[in-house]
């Protein structure tokens, strides 16, 4: 390191505290980057690699971005999960003795991010910890640098729990100790966590203790305590917007695991993994970004406390009920910004003035929506408006401080309104009368010595002069005029006067620059104070937000209101799947209904594929949802348990990352379910044992069920491809059949989508894969080879039919078996198969055996009644027997 320039030591030096992220090195007008920091930008950032001189045998790699575009270039590398230190100059190079002194100011990581693309409107930027203690105890918690709200809670027993809190948060960043489990890091890993970092530190510091005031465990605080320890760390500066952190128990919200949220849709499809098409897509009439944000935790948490419920439901219909004034409230909303953040921007210290405007508008509109409120007459109405504070005074400072119209950086000046500050007024008003002198000046100079072509300019490094061109020069008396600047085609010239006139004015410009800057920083300290204030505020917007947002949806799609039932019974008539029938035309969507209880807690769903057994066990499960998060649900009536959990295994996919093939994932989803729900929890199993053979998964799908009946209890919907498992209705007293229906017409399955009761009488797989139009002559194959397999079927439970009614008979074949094993039965453990194959005879075929042969031969099987086949069949043995 020695050998090193003074200036590259430095970057050495600071990098060494900063391994794990790009070091942005102030040099100037750029940001620059050496050694392997240079290498991987050049790649990632796709600009140019270049090297210099250090002081080392070797050129030092380097590469750069402007200072002004820097911002762009952060995000790129923070989208991709890498984390950026900006060191900036502390010391004015002028007054440096040796290497101007340089700090890192802030690290930028994807769970502290504050600005820019990589932040969504309607999302969370959620940074999250977690510290583990002894008998198996997680602490997590989780912040929003960008709005302050924290919430933390004990999880207790398995990781996959914690992993669970994880991916609801879509935590972007999680911080743990340097000594965390290798293998629970990668589990991490593979759950999308853009970056792991590391803080060891947990210890309650006096600057963030009044934080943890709510929090009574201190498992608890040491956990904050580390969350907050990497915030102050790495953003190095006031963060008076952050809120105390709130306690939380997973238990007081519906349990809606990892795999569940996927396969159900909730925030994002299984396929795009985009909003649209989504739950959350369907559901998004919020008119602002907070409401979207509060709406995302909802849908993502749905609550098990009726009380809690009932009064959102309660809202909901009082918005319904009162179309015009939720319209109103629906164009003020719109006119609000996002107060959060801005409040967070306030205390962050990056605010600017539009910002503050922003602020002022949004705060303008409160007073109609409280208005709006009140004229509803409801005390759950009044409540809600009795929490939209004004917050007048800020209302108030702003409207006499700031312009309409500011420009975006507080550095550019005319922010401040006139009158607002005396001595800014001052400044304003020599500058202003100086401008005016100095065009009164051009006139007359012009009019003294003839010069038409005369002016007075300015510039940074020359300051005001007078220009004339070198054709006009004798026209000037000399000795009044001071020589400034020689160009081609004329001379530029200073007088004491004008001299005079220019120190004051830009003397006037740098002091009222200075005191614009200065006052919008007492300005944004004043709105500090009331951030507080405007947090609540922001809370109480974003619910009425999501609840007008429900009621819109609701009457638009004409969902009722569900009732809840204490003993656990789901009565849903006509219900919809809410996503499928907004994207069908409502026209096309065949409602169906759904009946469990006590007597009811299972329901076997047999039909073809593609009839839509799948859509009706998620149109269950979204009900519940949509229910328990305070939104009415698509029926005509619909009474509903309050579900603990919901558990799902619907689709296959392989899970790639983890190495695990489609069985195993759907194994592992299934055991999820079956370890973790209890009786008020809801089950929805799709084609469970499909990825194995014939005989183990309709082995597994049967032991599946019967466990469910006699040890869960939990309702359960479980559709199946197995046929066979329909006579589990009369073995297990809680299992009732239903299927969708479908019917043959012309030739071709017609799906009517529509829910009956009993077992369905075939699966029309080959019509499906019609639709689907595989070759004609493939289809042609098919149906050739399915009449065989059923001819086969028939014969064989026509010979069983036979020789349970003819004692003979079952003695002979049982003979039969023992003396002939060409002819057995397959054994239950076999694999079917769909050739057979061919057999070597024991012996050769001669005399009375080719006269059998050729009997054989001759027959028409299909032209035979199954009795009839077995009789033939029984009188040939006997000729081959003698």
């Known amino acids: 390191m020695a050998t090193y320039t003074p200036m590259i030591q430095q970057y050495l030096q600071v990098k060494a505290e900063y391994q794990d992220a790009f070091l942005f090195f102030r040099l100037g007008d750029f940001y620059e980057m050496f050694f392997d920091d240079a290498v991987k930008a050049s790649q990632e950032l796709e600009i140019t690699l270049t090297s210099r001189e250090g002081g080392g045998e070797e050129r030092i790699p380097m590469c750069g971005v402007p200072y002004h575009s820097a911002p762009n270039y952060i995000e790129q590398l923070i989208e991709k999960g890498y984390k950026v230190a900006i060191c900036e100059q502390t010391e004015d190079p002028k007054q440096a003795k040796g290497v101007v002194k340089r700090e890192v100011v802030q690290l930028i990581t994807p769970g502290t991010v504050m600005e820019g693309r990589g932040l969504q409107d309607k999302e969370n930027n959620f940074l999250a910890t977690i510290s583990y203690f002894d008998d198996e105890m997680y602490g997590f918690a989780y912040n929003d640098l960008t709005t302050g709200e924290g919430k933390a809670t004990l999880i207790s027993g398995n990781f996959d729990d914690v992993l669970n809190e994880v991916s609801i948060l879509g935590a972007k960043e999680v911080v743990i100790d340097s000594k965390f489990d290798i293998e629970l890091q990668k589990k991490l890993r593979d759950r999308n966590v853009m970056a792991l970092s590391f803080e060891d530190s947990s210890s309650i510091d006096r600057s963030f203790s009044h934080l943890l005031e709510e929090l009574h465990q201190e498992a608890l605080k040491k956990t904050v305590s580390r969350l ?63 409401g979207g944000r509060q709406l995302k935790q909802w849908v993502e948490r749905p609550l098990i406390d009726q009380k809690q419920i009932g009064h959102r439901h309660s809202l909901v219909e009082l918005f319904i009920h009162h179309y015009f004034e939720r319209q109103e409230l629906r164009e003020k909303l719109n006119e609000v910004y996002d107060l959060e953040r801005l409040a967070g921007r306030v205390a962050f210290g990056n605010v600017n003035a539009r910002d503050l405007i922003q602020l002022k508008k949004s705060l303008s509109q409160i007073p109609f929506l409280r208005q709006i409120l009140l004229s509803l007459n409801s005390e759950v109405s009044n409540d809600l408006a009795d929490r939209l504070d004004p917050c007048e005074a800020v209302t108030d400072l702003l409207e006499n401080a700031l312009v309409e119209s500011p420009p975006i950086s507080v550095k550019d000046g005319n922010m401040i309104r006139d009158g607002f500050n005396e001595e800014l007024d001052r400044y304003r008003d020599a500058s202003r009368n100086g401008k005016t002198w100095i065009a009164q000046l051009e006139r007359m100079e012009r009019e003294k010595t003839g010069i038409k072509s005369l002016k007075i300019g300015y510039n940074r490094v020359f300051g005001y002069y007078i220009e004339v061109t070198r054709a006009n020069l004798h026209l000037l008396v000399e000795g009044q005029y001071e020589r400034k600047q020689t160009l081609t085609n004329a001379e530029r010239y200073i007088t004491p006067e004008l001299k005079e006139k220019e120190t004051l ?80 035309d409502s026209n096309e969507y065949v409602p169906n209904d759904c009946f469990m209880d006590n007597e009811r807690e299972i329901l076997l769903i047999t039909g073809p594929n593609m009839s839509g057994k799948s859509t009706y066990m998620r149109q269950i499960a979204l009900s519940s949802i949509l229910a328990q998060i305070g939104c009415f649900v698509p029926a005509t009536e619909a009474t509903l348990p309050i579900f603990d959990q ?23 989803e299934a055991r999820n379910a079956i370890v973790n729900a209890t009786k008020n929890s809801l089950i929805l199993f799709d084609e469970i044992g499909r990825g194995t ?8 799908a049967q032991a599946i069920i019967e466990y469910i009946h006699r040890k869960i209890g939990a309702k359960t919907l479980f559709s199946t491809h197995y046929h066979e498992l329909t006579v589990l209705e009369d073995e297990l007293l809680k299992v009732k059949n239903i299927h969708v229906s479908a019917i043959e017409h012309n030739g071709k399955v017609v799906f009517l989508h529509k829910i009956k009761e009993g077992a369905a009488d075939k699966s029309y797989g080959i019509h499906v894969a019609e639709l689907a139009e595989l070759p004609k002559e493939l289809i042609k194959r098919a149906n050739e080879l399915l009449n065989q397999f059923e001819q086969k079927q028939q014969l064989l439970e026509a010979s069983n039919m036979t020789a349970q009614s003819n004692p003979t008979i079952l003695k002979q074949k049982n003979e039969d078996k023992l003396v002939d094993s060409s002819i057995a039965e397959p054994s239950a453990t076999a694999q079917l198969s769909f050739f057979d194959e061919p057999r070597e005879l024991s012996k050769p075929v001669v005399g009375k055996d080719l006269k059998v042969l050729d009997q054989l031969k001759k027959l028409d099987i299909l032209d035979l009644t199954p009795l009839q086949a077995i009789n033939t069949l029984y009188e040939l043995q006997k000729k081959l027997k003698g």
């Open 646 to 668: 919901v558990f799902t295994r619907i689709g296959a996919a392989d899970d790639l990352i983890s190495g695990q093939s489609t069985f195993m994932v759907e194994m592992l």
């Open 693 to 700: 053979s014939t005989y183990d998964g309709m082995a597994l």
């Open 228 to 290: 907050f320890h990497y915030l102050y760390r790495t953003q190095k500066r006031s963060l008076d917007h952050l809120q105390p952190i709130k306690m939380y128990e997973i238990q007081q919200f519906m349990k809606i695991d990892y795999f569940s949220k996927r396969n159900l849709e909730l925030t994002e499809t299984i396929r795009s993994k985009g909003k649209k098409g989504s739950l959350l897509w369907l559901l998004d009439e919020t008119r602002t970004a907070m």
């Open 505 to 584: 004015i830009l003397q006037a410009e740098e002091k009222s620059g200075e005191l614009e800057y200065e006052l919008f920083t007492q300005i944004r300290e004043q709105v500090k104070e009331y951030i507080p204030q405007l947090q609540a505020l922001a809370k109480a917007v974003s619910e009425l937000d999501v609840l007008q947002c429900f009621a819109q949806v609701s009457e638009e799609r004409h969902y009722v209101k569900p009732q809840f039932s204490k003993d656990r019974k789901i009565v849903i008539k006509d219900g919809r799947h809410p996503v499928v029938e907004k994207v069908l």
